[in-house]
């Protein structure tokens, strides 16, 4: 039925074209009265084709077919319509014109709020000009210039394309409009090479189809993926997402990767399914998976992985971070795993991992029957503890291990974890909980010097003013750079006491900002500011700032300098646990009230933890603690997580909260 209803059509536009020229079947297909039109009609500009294939998209027609004309098609961005299908006939080359693509998020073509769009191709390639947006002298950095950005559109078919080399992804699947998610987006028969950031980067979908698609050799900018769903929020959903028959090789990072830290118990749960796909030829990680690590920052839901096969990857085949036991589940059906960090015989080729900011244990993970071949004498399985105490729980699976013409079984088992993997060791005191606490400034609070260096969070926190009704609060942001990491504005808003929203103002990237509000009411506020994987620090002008480690131990980037914390009256026992991430690494001292230093480890990597055994102080006491470079290893990532005190430090004492 469908072969005869475009046998109609043809035979429709021959007749057409034997009775007018181009202008004329142009005004037929805006009138409706050709069910398809070519392209070429608008005309054919090979130096900039821009305004004639745009015309031709604007033109209504239901069928576009951008026709072959010996010459690739060179654009500027396009944009899409509603209700149309867009034939790139065989051999079509549609080509960012050079020096164009100047905005950051200037991508090949776009489909913003739209519905009913079909981008169908044969042997057809969509590509930009990965290398001249990798020039500093020809463009300022972003990693936003897709190939086909797809936000907030129902609908949605691309099949038998090749979109590469962008500043970007290949395809990008965002939000346009909050709350309004990507709802039947089918992507087939589909090659994503040579893109800037990632293969497909999914930011928001329901019901995604992704089949027999090939990613390979991205790089440019992190996380380089072969494919990355990473919501920038918890309203953004992962729903009814299926992978069939994909094949990731060759990117500088993850085959497939998972970031979901930014959906937390309340986000819709997910349900996101793995089909007969592979990992092959030296992707860093074949498969990752991070969420949140708290109860209430870890999203519900499922993730599937069956039949697939992950080969050869740099590093470890599969990596699950901060995932705790209560969130997602994530479960693994027959799958394999082939010789990983064949050169690295102490990495495991599975490994789950406890990062910067977990306090939970990592778990919830059940491995199924998976084959493992490796040729190098190592543990299949590993637990990496950069935090210490956590632990894991909930780890089921059975590893069938291949190597060197025997097989060895290894079952996970709880009591097998306890004793392979058994926690760090040191003295368990529980953070403080602020629940249904008041928190107050300290009534006197000492003068003592105030660090003028920046004190930077990595990733972002929550800052703590306290205000009266009426006063204006000055503060300074300043939102910094990692490494090559791209950007971009970040808003501030305050949270009164009573729970009102404030908006603050923005800062852009990489800049800082003055901002100001008015105190609708006494009390404290508190900053959220977002602005991962970069950095953010808060000058207090007007009034002391303190940075809170109530939902999660603080983050720092670099020797932070002196911070101050308050060991209230009447506390009996309190620690301060240091560590670097992932290996990083810092120097911390502590000092007591009157100044006298009283402990200091240097080139911490692990956790270590000050907890002195003294006794319970008749009064408020503001202590200080020194986060500086270490004498071995560089100065990155560090993290501080105060138990059994107020989970506050600050560049001024008269920062600082007791909790009553």
């Given at each position: 039925?469908?072969?005869?209803?475009?046998?109609?059509?043809?035979?429709?536009?021959?007749?057409?074209s034997?009775?007018?020229?181009?202008?004329?079947?142009?005004?037929?297909a805006?009138?409706?009265?050709?069910?398809?039109?070519?392209?070429?009609?608008?005309?054919?500009?090979?130096?900039?084709?821009?305004?004639?294939?745009?015309?031709?998209?604007?033109?209504?027609?239901?069928?576009?077919?951008?026709?072959?004309?010996?010459k690739?098609?060179?654009?500027?961005?396009?944009?899409?319509?509603?209700?149309?299908?867009?034939?790139?006939?065989?051999?079509v080359?549609?080509?960012?014109?050079?020096?164009?693509?100047k905005?950051?998020?200037?991508?090949?073509?776009?489909?913003?709020?739209?519905?009913?769009?079909?981008?169908?191709?044969?042997?057809?390639?969509?590509?930009?000009?990965?290398?001249?947006?990798?020039?500093?002298?020809?463009?300022?950095?972003?990693?936003?210039?897709?190939?086909?950005?797809?936000?907030?559109?129902?609908?949605?078919?691309?099949s038998?394309?090749?979109?590469?080399?962008?500043?970007?992804?290949?395809?990008?699947?965002?939000?346009?409009?909050?709350?309004?998610?990507?709802?039947?987006?089918?992507?087939?028969?589909?090659?994503?090479?040579?893109n800037?950031?990632?293969?497909?980067?999914?930011?928001?979908?329901?019901?995604?189809?992704?089949?027999?698609?090939v990613?390979?050799?991205?790089?440019?900018?992190?996380?380089a993926?072969?494919i990355?769903?990473?919501?920038?929020?918890?309203?953004?959903?992962?729903?009814?997402?299926?992978?069939?028959?994909?094949?990731?090789?060759?990117?500088?990072?993850?085959?497939?990767?998972l970031?979901?830290?930014?959906?937390h118990?309340?986000?819709?749960p997910?349900s996101?399914?793995?089909e007969?796909?592979?990992?092959?030829n030296?992707?860093?990680?074949?498969?990752?998976f991070?969420?949140g690590?708290?109860e209430?920052?870890?999203?519900?839901?499922?993730?599937?992985?069956?039949?697939?096969?992950?080969?050869?990857?740099?590093?470890?085949?599969?990596?699950?971070?901060?995932?705790?036991?209560?969130?997602?589940?994530?479960?693994?059906?027959?799958?394999?795993?082939?010789?990983?960090?064949a050169?690295?015989?102490?990495?495991?080729?599975?490994?789950?991992?406890?990062?910067?900011?977990?306090?939970?244990?990592?778990?919830?993970?059940?491995?199924?029957?998976m084959?493992?071949?490796?040729?190098?004498?190592?543990?299949?399985?590993g637990?990496?503890?950069w935090?210490?105490?956590?632990?894991?729980?909930?780890?089921?699976?059975?590893?069938?291990?291949?190597?060197?013409?025997?097989?060895?079984?290894?079952?996970?088992?709880?009591?097998?974890?306890?004793?392979?993997?058994?926690?760090?060791?040191?003295?368990?005191?529980?953070?403080?909980?602020?629940?249904?606490?008041?928190?107050?400034?300290?009534?006197?609070?000492?003068?003592?010097?105030?660090?003028?260096?920046?004190?930077?969070?990595?990733?972002?926190?929550?800052?703590?003013?306290?205000a009266?009704?009426?006063?204006?609060?000055?503060?300074?942001?300043?939102?910094?750079?990692?490494?090559?990491?791209?950007?971009?504005?970040?808003?501030?808003?305050?949270?009164a006491?009573?729970?009102?929203?404030?908006?603050?103002?923005?800062?852009?990237?990489?800049?800082?900002?003055e901002?100001?509000?008015a105190?609708?009411?006494?009390?404290?506020?508190?900053?959220?500011?977002?602005?991962?994987?970069?950095?953010?620090?808060?000058?207090?002008?007007?009034?002391?700032?303190?940075?809170?480690?109530?939902?999660?131990?603080?983050?720092f980037?670099?020797?932070a300098?002196?911070?101050?914390?308050?060991l209230?009256?009447?506390?009996?026992?309190?620690?301060?646990?240091?560590?670097?991430?992932?290996?990083?690494?810092?120097?911390?001292?502590?000092?007591?009230?009157?100044?006298?230093?009283?402990?200091?480890?240097?080139?911490?990597?692990?956790?270590?933890?000050?907890?002195?055994?003294?006794?319970?102080?008749?009064?408020?006491?503001?202590?200080?603690?020194?986060?500086?470079?270490?004498?071995a290893l560089?100065?990155?990532?560090?993290?501080?997580?105060?138990?059994?005190?107020?989970?506050?430090?600050?560049?001024?004492?008269?920062?600082?909260?007791?909790?009553?």
């Open positions: 039925m469908k072969q005869a209803k475009l046998w109609l059509a043809a035979v429709l536009v021959g007749a057409a034997m009775a007018a020229g181009p202008a004329e079947w142009i005004e037929q805006k009138r409706g009265e050709l069910p398809e039109a070519k392209a070429s009609w608008w005309g054919f500009d090979a130096a900039d084709a821009t305004e004639a294939l745009q015309a031709a998209i604007d033109s209504g027609v239901r069928r576009l077919v951008v026709d072959n004309v010996g690739p098609w060179i654009v500027r961005p396009l944009v899409l319509a509603s209700n149309q299908t867009v034939v790139f006939a065989k051999g080359v549609v080509e960012a014109k050079e020096e164009e693509f905005g950051g998020t200037d991508s090949l073509f776009r489909i913003d709020l739209k519905e009913n769009v079909e981008l169908v191709g044969e042997d057809a390639i969509l590509q930009m000009r990965r290398a001249d947006y990798d020039n500093p002298a020809l463009y300022k950095k972003a990693e936003w210039r897709h190939v086909l950005c797809i936000r907030s559109s129902k609908n949605v078919t691309v038998g394309l090749t979109l590469a080399l962008s500043g970007g992804d290949g395809i990008y699947l965002g939000v346009a409009k909050k709350g309004v998610t990507n709802e039947n987006v089918t992507i087939r028969n589909v090659v994503c090479d040579r800037y950031r990632q293969g497909i980067s999914v930011i928001s979908a329901r019901h995604l189809l992704i089949e027999n698609v990613m390979k050799d991205t790089g440019g900018t992190a996380p993926a072969g990355d769903f990473e919501p920038n929020g918890p309203s953004e959903e992962l729903v009814d997402c299926v992978m069939r028959n994909c094949v990731a090789e060759s990117n500088q990072g993850c085959g497939y990767v970031y979901l830290p930014n959906l118990r309340d986000s819709a997910i996101i399914r793995l007969n796909c592979i990992s092959r030296g992707n860093r990680t074949d498969f990752a991070i969420t690590n708290s209430a920052e870890a999203v519900l839901g499922t993730m599937d992985v069956a039949n697939c096969r992950f080969e050869k990857a740099v590093g470890s085949a599969i990596s699950i971070e901060r995932k705790p036991a209560t969130g997602a589940a994530v479960r693994f059906v027959d799958c394999v795993v082939d010789s990983p960090a050169d690295r015989p102490t990495v495991a080729p599975v490994v789950v991992r406890s990062k910067a900011g977990s306090r939970e244990s990592v778990g919830g993970i059940d491995f199924g029957e084959m493992v071949i490796d040729p190098v004498e190592r543990p299949v399985f637990y990496e503890d935090v210490g105490g956590s632990g894991v729980q909930s780890l089921r699976g059975t590893f069938h291990i291949q190597r060197n013409g025997q097989e060895e079984t290894v079952a996970l088992t709880q009591e097998w974890l306890a004793k392979t993997f058994p926690p760090r060791t040191y003295k368990q005191i529980p953070p403080l909980s602020l629940e249904g606490k008041t928190l107050v400034p300290l009534a006197a609070a000492p003068e003592l010097p105030v660090a003028e260096e920046d004190c930077f969070v990595r990733r972002g926190g929550t800052f703590v003013v306290y009266r009704q009426g006063e204006t609060v000055a503060l300074r942001v300043k939102l910094g750079q990692v490494g090559r990491y791209s950007g971009k504005t970040m808003p501030v808003t305050a949270v006491p009573s729970g009102a929203k404030i908006n603050v103002g923005e800062v852009p990237f990489p800049e800082e900002a901002l100001s509000f105190a609708p009411e006494t009390g404290l506020y508190r900053l959220t500011l977002a602005c991962s994987p970069n950095r953010v620090a808060v000058t207090g002008v007007s009034h002391p700032v303190a940075i809170s480690g109530d939902k999660a131990p603080i983050s980037i670099g020797a300098g002196d911070l101050y914390f308050l209230p009256a009447g506390t009996k026992e309190f620690g301060v646990l240091v560590y670097g991430d992932a290996g990083e690494a810092v120097k911390a001292t502590v000092f007591d009230p009157a100044g006298q230093q009283v402990w200091e480890e240097d080139t911490i990597t692990l956790p270590v933890q000050f907890a002195p055994d003294r006794p319970a102080p008749a009064m408020d006491e503001v202590w200080r603690l020194r986060l500086s470079k270490p004498s560089a100065c990155e990532d560090n993290c501080v997580d105060l138990r059994g005190i107020p989970p506050f430090l600050a560049r001024d004492p008269k920062g600082l909260f007791r909790a009553e």
